[in-house]
């Protein structure tokens, strides 16, 4: 028997979050200096001017969508000059025991996107007052950006991070050391030009049921080590191939909305790139909401898990 509403399922420690916040894309624009180390932005081919217009509309339409599947959220404006702030998870994240964890971002000009009023009203509204700062590490070259880099699974306190120079291991291991939280450190390139995947949360999701993996990208040194931990989830493991990954299926991420029912959310490229037997896989524990990002995963190099800022 599955059981979609997590109300009934049995988890010490929620793997989805129950809220969520969002900043719009109020100065959306390709951003030249994430381009070098992120191979999934696209530059521009036309006219730049409405670039924000477009990807203003494609938010406020995935808003729509959270109404009224009843998925609570927080959306901010974003400020000034931040072509990435509609990307938040990269520059914090919350945890049990009132924690709120603040990351160094690589690109200089996304190091603006950290607002404080979205601090302050994390701080006082949510409860979260316990502020662990790792943001000095960018004059140190040395860059971690938030649930971008590492992918948790938070009923076992388990950390999984594909190093890039935007995950740096020093930093992952700070942050596990802090957070008593147990590290799993591997490395991901592309093949065609055989960099580095930029996030981890392209790579791989983790829901309450059932985990997303590229198992290509992965090298083969850690590949072993990796899925002995993956196993150890006891979930069932859903294996995109790598032209899948860069249509955005490991960028999802698994909420519970107002009436306890667990939602994967994906953009619509990621769900028509998912085959039949994948997103029957997904259903059974899992509603499926898609909706088109279509601007902001081509020039901004992110979907719908990137959008996202789980409150846990």
């Given amino acids: 028997m599955y059981i979609k509403n997590y109300l009934y399922a049995c988890s010490m420690i929620s793997q989805a979050p129950q809220k969520i916040l969002l900043v719009s894309p109020d100065y959306f624009t390709y951003n030249i200096k994430t381009a070098a180390t992120n191979v999934f932005q696209h530059p ?66 996304r190091r603006t996107e950290r607002n404080q009023k979205i601090i302050d009203f994390l701080k006082t509204s949510l409860g979260y007052h316990e502020v662990i700062d790792l943001t000095h590490f960018e004059n140190q070259g040395k860059f971690l950006e938030g649930t971008g880099s590492m992918v948790i699974h938070h009923p076992t306190s388990t950390v999984f991070a594909a190093l890039s120079p935007r995950t740096d291991l020093s930093l992952v291991e700070l942050f596990c050391d802090k957070m008593n939280f ?106 499926i909401l898609h909706t088109d990002v279509h601007y902001i995963e081509k020039y901004g190099g992110g979907s719908i898990r990137c959008m996202i800022a789980g409150l846990h």
């Fill in 44 to 109: 521009i081919e036309n006219d730049t001017t409405n670039l924000s217009v477009f990807a203003n509309r494609e938010f406020q339409s995935l808003l729509d969508k959270l109404s009224a599947n009843e998925i609570e959220y927080y959306s901010f404006k974003s400020l000034p000059d931040t072509p990435d702030a509609v990307f938040p998870n990269n520059w914090f994240s919350t945890h049990a025991g009132s924690k709120m964890v603040l990351y160094p971002l690589c690109a200089d000009n």
């Fill in 182 to 287: 147990n590290p799993v450190i591997f490395n991901a390139y592309s093949s065609h030009n055989n960099v580095p995947v930029y996030h981890t949360n392209v790579i791989m999701s983790i829901a309450t049921n059932y985990i997303v993996i590229c198992e290509e990208c992965i090298t083969d040194a850690g590949k072993k080590h990796l899925f002995n931990k993956l196993n150890k989830l006891n979930l069932e493991k859903i294996i995109i191939s790598e032209n899948q990954m860069n249509a955005f299926c490991g960028n999802v991420i698994e909420v519970i909305n107002r009436k306890g029912n667990l939602i994967t959310l994906m953009s619509e490229n990621a769900y028509n790139n998912f085959s039949d037997k994948q997103r029957h896989t997904i259903l059974q524990t899992s509603d």
